[in-house]
């Protein structure tokens, strides 16, 4: 009975000596500012800022076409060649109807001039002057109805030309050689430019709300930068700017709509990298790092409750602490934003062996550490 009651005295002693005993030997790292760039997520789609759809503007047979479907074009380049024969012959009878306009009324100003010279004579009459003036307002209207059809006929023949009205790149033609092309059948091809583009991507308003609180004092939207991670995961190397928030939120998901402009430059392969309705996740970071609290990302549990660390405390006792990560978070390190104070100690390895509230050994993590 006597050995029985020893024993169990013995027992929390046993429990803290080594492989039965002591508080556990455990890693810790201390809470600390590093330089952090501020980083959000989100699903985003390329656009091209401008779009055109090519029409025909006359009817006319289209005679050749002056591109390669795919190809990159510049603006004011000859891309449909339409018949120009009719719209010449047009031209030429609106040229000749100027002409003859111009000598009725040169002959009109003449017969004018005469019978304003007799109005003070014996053979002069009121009437005679009224009828010349009323016949050279009549040419001159004639005249003037003239030039704008000749202005038209040179408009048409003009359109037997479809030039591109935007440099980018053209996609595969609507119609072939050979067919009668309208105003009413539709895009010949279509131009989408190519540099820059533009990226859109939606927001939660909860979200935008605190990115907008964030970079108050640090310009708004200057002080961020739009980056690009593309389908491979490879960061797309050049950078852009947000520069538009769409005046309403989505009814359906308390969402509004961001747009950025980024530059789409050719690669040295030849190509580029972006193309029209492309998704890519658009990256908004800020353009300056800022000091933040750290700790290594091992440091960081999970549980039903939430993110937490284990704090070492008063008397070297494991305190639990819940804590908010920041989306700058990555694998290696983990930004606090709630929760702990810069200095205090974390554990990091031996988080097996802890229990809230109990004490630990702690030594720093990077140190060798007996009975660990």
């Given at each position: 009975m006597a050995a029985l009651g020893l024993f169990l005295l013995a027992g929390p002693a046993l429990a803290q000596m080594p492989g039965g005993g002591g508080p556990p030997a455990v890693g810790v790292a201390a809470v600390t500012r590093r330089p952090v760039t501020e980083t959000n997520e989100f699903i985003g789609r390329v656009e091209a800022v401008q779009r055109v759809d090519l029409m025909a503007r006359v009817t006319a047979f289209l005679e050749k076409r002056e591109f390669t479907d795919g190809a990159e074009v510049k603006q004011g380049d000859l891309l449909f060649r339409l018949e120009r024969g009719p719209y010449e012959a047009q031209l030429q009878i609106a040229r000749a109807s100027v002409a003859e306009a111009e000598a009725q009324l040169q002959n009109a100003n003449i017969t004018l001039?005469?019978?304003?010279?007799?109005?003070?004579?014996?053979?002069?009459?009121?009437?005679?002057?009224?009828?010349?003036?009323?016949?050279?307002?009549?040419?001159?209207?004639?005249?003037?109805?003239?030039?704008?059809?000749?202005?038209?006929?040179?408009?048409?023949?003009?359109?037997?030309?479809?030039?591109?009205?935007?440099?980018?790149?053209?996609?595969?033609?609507?119609?072939?050689?050979?067919?009668?092309?309208?105003?009413?059948?539709?895009?010949?091809?279509?131009?989408?430019?190519?540099?820059?583009?533009?990226?859109?991507?939606?927001?939660?308003?909860?979200?935008?709300?605190?990115?907008?609180?964030?970079?108050?004092?640090?310009?708004?939207?200057?002080?961020?930068?739009?980056?690009?991670?593309?389908?491979?995961?490879?960061?797309?190397?050049?950078?852009?700017?947000?520069?538009?928030?769409?005046?309403?939120?989505?009814?359906?998901?308390?969402?509004?709509?961001?747009?950025?402009?980024?530059?789409?430059?050719?690669?040295?392969?030849?190509?580029?990298?972006?193309?029209?309705?492309?998704?890519?996740?658009?990256?908004?970071?800020?353009?300056?790092?800022?000091?933040?609290?750290?700790?290594?990302?091992?440091?960081?549990?999970?549980?039903?409750?939430?993110?937490?660390?284990?704090?070492?405390?008063?008397?070297?006792?494991?305190?639990?602490?819940a804590v908010k990560m920041g989306a700058q978070s990555t694998p290696e390190l983990a930004v606090i934003q709630d929760g702990v104070r810069e200095g205090e100690s974390v554990i990091v390895d031996g988080l097996q062996r802890v229990r809230p509230g109990a004490p630990v050994s702690p030594t720093p993590a990077d140190a060798p550490r007996g009975g660990a």
């Open positions: 001039s005469r019978a304003q010279a007799l109005l003070n004579t014996v053979a002069g009459q009121r009437s005679t002057v009224d009828t010349a003036l009323a016949n050279q307002r009549s040419t001159q209207a004639q005249l003037l109805s003239a030039q704008a059809q000749q202005r038209q006929a040179q408009i048409n023949l003009d359109y037997t030309e479809i030039r591109a009205p935007i440099a980018g790149r053209i996609g595969r033609a609507a119609v072939t050689e050979g067919n009668v092309v309208t105003p009413s059948s539709g895009a010949l091809a279509t131009i989408v430019s190519q540099d820059p583009m533009y990226v859109s991507f939606t927001v939660p308003m909860r979200t935008l709300t605190e990115v907008r609180a964030r970079y108050a004092e640090r310009g708004g939207l200057s002080a961020v930068q739009l980056r690009l991670r593309l389908p491979d995961g490879r960061m797309y190397a050049p950078v852009g700017q947000v520069n538009f928030v769409d005046i309403d939120v989505g009814r359906d998901t308390d969402s509004v709509l961001l747009r950025g402009t980024i530059p789409n430059p050719v690669t040295p392969g030849g190509f580029r990298e972006l193309t029209a309705n492309q998704i890519v996740s658009a990256v908004v970071e800020a353009v300056q790092p800022v000091q933040m609290l750290t700790v290594p990302r091992g440091a960081v549990l999970t549980d039903a409750r939430g993110d937490f660390v284990y704090v070492i405390g008063a008397e070297n006792k494991a305190e639990r602490r």
